[in-house]
Each structure stands twice: as structure tokens, then as C-alpha cells.
């Protein structure tokens, strides 16, 4: 199979490289940087394999900038495969997509929310300024992954951005509004983890009893709406949310 090298500079419009994944998946690389319009033409793809399968295909997964498709190489072998992805590609429309929009509740603080003090002193800001910055960014899920759910967020605000602990804590819980580097994310279930947590949201991201598990799914756009402690409990209660219109 072909392949290429890519850096960070390549344009979202340069083709996509091709890499073998064992014996039985592909990864479609559409380039290196961490980019809304590379992560849109990740999406497109998966979408186009959903709406028009092809012959062989098992399972897409999309990343922040690439593409794994896991196949049966007894129905399409992977040279094959690679050229049908190709034409695929060339035809695919990749401007601005229908999204859906969630306005995502948090309890900002209190014993999820442990970094908010810490951080906003760090910042130079007060609780309030960092959750105001935080909750006023409009952010886009690039990828649910590492567990399952577990949404990673682009569009933290640049004075947000906060190296992980350098030793991860050992149970964080669902539902945990965390900060990476420069990335945000919506803890999905209990777990350890090493990021900065400033706050608890009610909404259950992942539920497997649910037709649909992932409440997010890559290309999502996520507001934070600060609630109460006292709303979240009422939120925690009720009834799943719906996302608002697409644009």
C-alpha cells in the first residue's frame, strides 16, 4: 500500500495517507495537526461509509485527524480497499456540516470541580472569570474515545490551557468536566485519570442500556451552562436531554 508523510503544515485539502493496521484495518490519515476542517473530512467519511457501505467494511472510528477502518480480508483486501477509499474521498462533500448543539449543565467547583481554586489563581483569575471563560467557549467533540463515551473536547480558550498531573489521581467520577493540554473532555464513567477537573455535569454520557450509549459524537458542538448543585440533583433525576436543532 502507499503511503505518505505529513506534517502539521499540510493543507486539510492535501490527500489523506493510507496505513496498514495489522491484517484487517486501514487508518485513512487526513493530516497531523488538530484542525476543525481536518477533523470535518474524518467525519465525512465515516458518514459517507454509514450511508453507503461498502462491501467488506465492519467498523469505522474516528479520530481527531484520521480515520480507522476495520475490514474482513476475506471479502476486500486491503490494497483494494485502499483504492475504493480513495474514490470515495475525491467525491466527498466536506463543507460546513449539519451539527448537533448540547448545552451541557455544570456544577462548577465543590469535590469534583477540586482544581477550579487552584487554576484560577494559577490563571491570574478569579473562580468566577475562569468559569465564565470556560463556560463561555463553544467547544466541538473531535473524538469519543479512551473509554467509552469519554468525549475529548476542542476549543478550550488558550489561558485554559493546563499541562495533566504529572501523577494521575485514582477515581475520578462520571460526568467529570476535565482539562488536558489544550483540550477539554466530559469524563464518561469512574476512573483514574490525570487531568484538571473544574467541574460535574448530571447528564449520563454513557449508558449501555440506552438505543443510542454515546449521549456525543465526534463533531458535536457542547456549551457549559453553570447550574447549582440543587438543579443538577433535579437535572440527575429527569429525563435525558435533547440536543437543539442542527445547523
Known amino acids: 500500500m502507499t503511503t505518505r508523510p505529513q506534517t502539521e503544515h499540510d493543507a486539510p485539502d492535501s490527500a489523506p495517507a493510507f496505513l496498514p493496521v495489522g491484517e484487517s484495518a486501514l487508518s485513512v490519515q487526513f493530516g497531523e495537526a488538530v484542525d476543525p476542517e481536518v477533523n470535518r473530512r474524518v467525519i465525512a467519511l465515516a458518514q459517507s461509509l454509514a450511508d453507503r457501505p461498502v462491501a467488506g467494511v465492519l467498523e469505522s472510528v474516528p479520530t481527531y485527524r484520521s480515520l480507522l477502518v476495520n475490514y474482513d480480508p476475506a471479502q476486500v483486501r486491503g490494497a483494494a480497499l485502499e483504492a475504493l477509499l480513495a474514490e470515495r474521498i475525491a467525491t466527498l462533500e466536506t463543507g460546513e456540516q449539519a451539527t448537533r448543539l448540547w448545552r451541557v449543565p455544570v456544577v462548577y467547583g465543590g469535590e469534583v470541580g477540586m482544581d477550579l481554586e487552584a487554576l484560577a489563581e494559577e490563571k491570574g483569575l478569579s473562580p468566577d472569570e475562569l468559569i465564565a471563560l470556560h463556560s463561555g467557549a463553544e467547544y466541538r467533540v473531535y473524538m469519543i474515545g479512551f473509554a467509552p463515551g469519554f468525549a475529548y473536547l476542542g476549543g478550550l480558550p488558550e489561558k485554559l490551557h493546563t499541562p495533566r498531573l504529572a501523577k494521575p489521581r485514582q477515581s475520578i467520577v462520571a460526568g ?10 466530559i469524563n464518561s464513567v469512574t476512573g483514574p485519570s490525570g487531568w484538571r477537573f473544574v ?5 449520563r454520557t454513557f449508558d449501555a442500556a440506552r438505543a443510542e450509549p454515546f ?12 447550574v447549582s448543585a440543587e438543579e443538577a440533583a433535579a437535572i ?7 440536543p437543539e436543532a442542527t445547523r
Open 176 to 185: 467529570a468536566i476535565g482539562i488536558g493540554g489544550q483540550q477539554g473532555s
Open 199 to 203: 467541574g460535574w455535569t448530571p447528564w
Open 215 to 226: 449521549l456525543f459524537a465526534a463533531g458535536d458542538r457542547l456549551r457549559f451552562v453553570p
Open 236 to 242: 440527575a433525576a429527569g429525563e435525558m436531554p435533547e
